[in-house]
């Protein structure tokens, strides 16, 4: 059974589905869930990221900038003030309970992956497959920690314009595109010294690609599994749910990103990010009891 290692810990793929929590160091996440604006925000946060591990998170993923559509750039410095403090708290706890559960960031910026890295975080989460910093890579190779490479479209600040761009083209296919994509960050990162058994690929759901692009990435999702490394799935309360469902809220996508969690399970993939871990550390349970056994 093979594994996929992050840093002190290393996660035995093709039993059970990872569930891996959302924790939003932000004042402007999409979800409404961030805790910047909380007076004690360390506290705040390391109390939701437990109570998300008592909820069934196996994996605590931290930002500190919003991904959302239009969303602000953060400076480094911003980055790190408020990722690193809740990285050194939640270790602290975990490692005082006696909980293995890995840490994450979610990063594009060398310098704050080498900070969280060195307070104790397992895992770095790159939502442009480590290509908007040139030295991101140079710094993960330099570590043990857990790399997941994101497709994307563009940037933040650009990625409505990528997807409208992307479906105007009728014979263009998103999933080869990815694949392509993933081909070419996985020799990269090769390159600078990563070793496959400690990259996760993730193919970036609402990420610069239109409503019937977001679906056809679940609907195909088998051949995402082409490269033979482990994957994960983040469409959580995204806009394509919303957009299915009649233009539903965010606080109105739960159960419609159900669905998209069970499906991806499906179709082979190996962990899912997620907002509701309740509900959704359910949905994998149940998932996985019928498409993992035997």
Same mark, same amino acid.
């Given at each position: ?44 946060? =390391? ?32 980055? %790190? ?5 809740? =990285? ?26 080498? &900070? ?9 989460? +790159? ?5 908007? +910093?040139?030295?991101?890579?140079? =710094?993960?190779? &330099? ?16 990625? +409505? ?29 090769? &390159? ?6 400690? %990259?996760?690929? $993730? ?57 998209? =969690? ?13 907002? $509701?871990?309740?509900?959704? &550390? ?5 998932? +996985? ?6």
């Amino acid at each position: 059974m093979p594994f996929w290692k992050c840093g002190r810990h290393q996660l035995r793929l093709g039993e059970k589905t990872y569930v891996m929590g959302i924790v939003n160091v932000t004042p402007d996440s999409f979800s409404g869930d961030g805790t910047m604006h909380d007076t004690s925000f360390v506290d705040a946060t =390391v109390a939701r990221a437990m109570a998300m591990v008592e909820q069934g998170a196996h994996i605590l993923d931290i930002g500190g900038e919003s991904t959302r559509p239009g969303a602000q750039m953060v400076s480094v410095a911003a980055e %790190i003030e408020r990722v690193v403090p809740v =990285v050194e708290a939640l270790r602290a706890r975990l490692e005082r309970e006696k909980l293995p559960v890995p840490l994450s960031i979610d990063t594009t910026k060398a310098a704050v992956a080498q &900070a969280a890295l060195q307070a104790g975080a397992d895992i770095i989460n +790159d939502i442009s497959g480590a290509t908007f +910093d040139e030295r991101m890579l140079d =710094v993960l190779g &330099a570590s043990s920690c857990g790399v997941i490479l994101m497709h994307l479209r563009g940037t933040p600040q650009t990625m +409505d314009y990528s997807a409208r761009i992307a479906n105007g083209n009728d014979a263009f296919d998103v999933i080869d595109e990815i694949l392509a994509f993933w081909r070419a960050r996985v020799d990269a990162a090769r &390159a600078a010294g990563i070793t496959d058994e400690r %990259i996760a690929l $993730d193919a970036g759901f609402g990420f610069g690609k239109s409503v019937e692009e977001n679906l056809e990435i679940l609907r195909r999702g088998r051949e995402l599994s082409a490269l033979g490394l482990p994957t994960l799935s983040a469409t959580s309360r995204k806009s394509t749910i919303g957009k299915v469902l009649d233009d539903a809220p965010v606080a109105e996508r739960v159960w419609g990103t159900a669905a998209t =969690v069970a499906l991806a399970i499906a179709n082979g993939c190996d962990m899912v990010r997620v907002h $509701d871990v309740r509900e959704m &550390a359910q949905v994998a349970r149940v998932a +996985d009891a019928i498409a993992r056994k035997g």
